[in-house]
């Protein structure tokens, strides 16, 4: 498909947004990509996704600054955030946070500001309910901090860090590593993932909408297994760790009161028999609850299990090639029918349709090149796209 002009590509959108029923997602939509990238280069991508095609339409590109390798994207779509996953920064033992403001039209990104992470290798970034604050995880730091979000989407200086202490069975567990920090669904916690110490680490919230240092084990993997990203179910009850070093998925129960998870089972992410080298990365939920997909670098698959609505157990439905190398994040499109995948190595993101009714992934044939992808998020329409 050839590139549009953005207003021909907004008078398009718009028409075909008419003949698009209540119940149905627009089929066109921004993804935003990060990558790993120089400082002077291009680093964060804007594609328009064709969902009943599953292909990928470069729109934009922008110097986001080093390595911006996760994204998280502000519920009214104004602001996008970015972690640039450095280990030093202005002198500093650390990486960095910035901050974009989104062009409500054109989906175009303009830099807002950067704060020092206080931390190196900043990994994961995500926010609070109420988008006050936005939570960062430090990997090589092995710690969290928490920046305060102002009015305009600038991100205010750091208000709240805490190092993990500890290190786990495995040479990638000499030190703690924070990889994942979310809120919870109640909005009482924040978790925070640690692979170097196989633990899932519970904060408090404060009465004025900061963490506070009540740093406690809320979940304990196995050890060696190396935790990494977690997720929620929808109906929050239920909750997905996975494991990278051990290439393993667990199934959890969550006590919103306590903060706490109970193992429900643990399960491979790889097919039997299979004997190379494999780490996972990332986990997702389809949005009616009904399956968990996790990815394999190194075996270079999405693997896909159905969930037991009443008991939380694992069934495998499906190992499938993610026609790359070294796939890092995926994302589902806000309908559950499109899933991409990110892959770092063999510079490319491919796309799948799934198949709602079984969960069952099947790829499109649309594979985009990209230098060194790895986190991508679509927002629920392309923008321009007035809102239902």
Known sequence: MKFLSASLLLTITLAACTTVKPSQTPKEMMVYVGTYAKPDAESIFGYRLNEETGELTQVLAVKGGENPSFLALAADRKNLYAVNETTEYQGQKSGAVSAF?????????????????????PCYISLDPQHKVAMVANYVGGNVAAFPIESDGRLGA????????????????NAPHAHCIIPDPSHEFALAVDLGI????????GPEGNLTKTAQPAFKVQPGAGPRHLTFHPNRRFA??????????????YDAVTGTFTEVETVSTLPAGFSGESFCADVH??????????SNRGHNSLVVFAIDAKTNKLTLVQHISVEGNW???FALSPSGKTLLVANQRSNNITSYKVDTATGKLTYTGHST???????????PAFPGTPRK
């Open 198 to 205: 196989d633990q899932i680490v519970r904060y408090q919230w």
């Open 101 to 121: 403001a989104i062009d409500p039209k054109t989906g175009g990104l303009s830099f807002l500001n950067k704060q020092p992470s206080l931390g190196g290798a």
């Open 285 to 294: 939920v389809s949005a009616d609850g009904r399956f968990v997909y996790g």
């Open 369 to 379: 090149n990209l230098p060194s992808p790895v986190f991508l998020q679509v927002l």
């Open 240 to 253: 997905y760790v996975i494991n990278e070093l051990n290439s393993t998925l667990s199934a959890l129960t």
């Open 327 to 329: 796939p890092r994040n």
């Open 158 to 173: 750091a208000s709240f860090t805490e190092q993990h202490t500890g290190q786990g069975p495995k040479k990638q567990q």
